[in-house]
């Protein structure tokens, strides 16, 4: 009964370390996903403002919109008027400063925004192209954006992106060792049967098998396991700062990432049993 016992245990530290080594792999997962989506969408605010000269027509105006607009990674184009500027510069001073002044001194201008999923790789290039087409059409007097701050964020996450992953494959390893160990101390708990099965002359790999099986099973409860940690921890994170971790535009990436770990779970589980097993029976 006590060796049943222990045994139960042995099995229930292994499933348990894996779960706990797999979780913080999930969740390294997931930051990486969130602050890709979060420097996405943070390039797609980004506003090009495109000038143009005060006697620009309506007509002219719009042809240049429509010509922007067919380029394939612009994502929206916004046609501001001389007039509607002026009523957003209203709005915004709290006054109608047209009545001061006597004439309303605001140009015409075209608000683009760009769809961070169609930007090549060589991004600053093409805003380099982008810009000098624009400078060569009638009516535009030039394209202004804050170019610091897209460089400044296209570091930031190339360098966090490279970050993430070095720790997730420092992450991996540790996993690795980790799950190694823990099948370690399970042929400990079952080296009375392993001796028994040698005196029997049964080969390595009969007597691997069963292992090998249960590494299976360690990787796969293992990683539901850390997939069910996972989803707990991102509502708990969710709540607690009020943030809607699990909205519906999340799921197919929580899936991907839920499928990977269970993936990984099961081939590392079973890698590391395979190698420790081979060096157990040949030590012993």
């Not at 348990?16 to 080594?21: E, N, P, R, T, V």
Request: glycine residues 4%; charged residues 15%; aromatic residues 10%.
């Amino acid at each position: 009964m006590r060796n049943k016992v222990h045994l139960w245990g042995s099995h229930g530290a292994t499933t348990i370390g894996i779960a706990l080594a797999l979780f913080m792999l999930a969740m390294l997962m997931v930051l990486e996903y969130h602050s890709y989506r979060l420097t996405h969408d943070a390039q797609e605010r980004i506003t090009y403002k495109v000038d143009l000269s005060p006697d620009t027509s309506d007509s002219l105006a719009l042809a240049l919109k429509q010509h922007i607009a067919d380029m394939p990674f612009v994502k929206h184009v916004d046609y501001i008027s001389k007039e509607k500027a002026a009523e957003i510069f209203t709005e915004d001073l709290g006054e109608d400063f047209i009545g001061f002044a006597g004439y309303n001194p605001l140009f015409p201008s075209l608000m683009v925004n760009f769809n961070a999923d169609l930007l090549p790789d060589n991004s600053t290039a093409t805003l380099d192209r982008f810009c000098e087409d624009l400078n060569n059409q009638p009516g535009v007097t030039g394209v202004a954006y804050q170019e610091n701050i897209v460089s400044e964020l296209r570091e930031v996450f190339y360098n966090l992106s490279w970050f993430l992953i070095v720790f997730i494959i420092l992450l991996l390893i540790v996993t690795i060792v980790l799950i190694s160990s823990l099948i370690r101390i399970a042929l400990n708990s079952r080296r009375e049967t392993i001796a028994t099965m040698q005196l029997v002359g049964a080969k390595a790999r009969f007597i691997a098998r069963p292992f090998r099986l249960r590494s299976l099973a360690y990787g796969t409860l293992g990683a539901l396991l850390a997939d069910i940690l996972t989803l707990i921890a991102l509502w708990a994170f969710g709540n607690q700062f009020d943030i809607n971790l699990l909205a519906p535009q999340h799921w197919l990436w929580y899936a991907l990432i839920a499928l990977a770990i269970i993936l990984v779970g099961i081939l590392i589980a079973y890698l590391a049993t395979a190698l420790t097993v081979r060096a157990y029976i040949a030590k012993h």
